[in-house]
């Protein structure tokens, strides 16, 4: 009995671990991130005006902003989605035909169904997201491809 309680109280442990503190902790730790580069780019600002006073602030931090990452264009956000999806679908798969063929990897053979059964859900879900995305932000993607071409 006292086992039992025991295994239930872990199970909850673990569940509230996972889907409360992980993604508050991701959430957290991506906003202090971005906080801290823009405290280094505004105390580089506040130097550069310092030294020379007559530069203009708005050309500094174009510069500033040029020399992070560039922002994904439209077309590379879709394209990683087709690549989850097919990670997804292809995780799905390697987890849900073993368990058809009789072998159990998770304990069980439900259990083994339900995690591929949910992995492949959520690739094929990818993909319908990036093939209605892709028809729907078609005129988005053309504008936005003729602009860096004009840029270059």
């Not at 922002?71 to 035909?97: E, H, R």
Request: one cysteine or more.
């Amino acid at each position: 009995m006292d086992e039992d309680i025991l295994g239930i109280i872990m199970i909850i442990i673990i569940v509230i671990g996972t889907c409360v503190v992980l993604p508050v902790l991701i959430v957290w730790i991506t906003n202090r991130r971005k906080a801290h580069e823009m405290d280094k780019k505004s105390e580089i600002l506040k130097t550069l005006l310092e030294k020379n006073p007559n530069m203009d602030p708005a050309e500094v931090m174009q510069k500033l902003n040029m020399s992070s990452k560039p922002n994904k264009t439209i077309k590379q956000k879709l394209l990683d989605n087709v690549f989850t999806g097919g990670l997804m679908t292809l995780m799905g798969l390697a987890i849900l035909i073993p368990h058809l063929c009789g072998l159990t990897i998770f304990g069980n053979k439900e259990n083994g169904l339900y995690a591929g059964g949910m992995m492949l859900a959520m690739g094929v879900a990818f993909f319908i997201y990036y093939f209605v995305s892709k028809k729907q932000l078609s005129t988005e993607i053309e504008a936005e491809e003729k602009r860096l071409k004009e840029q270059q």
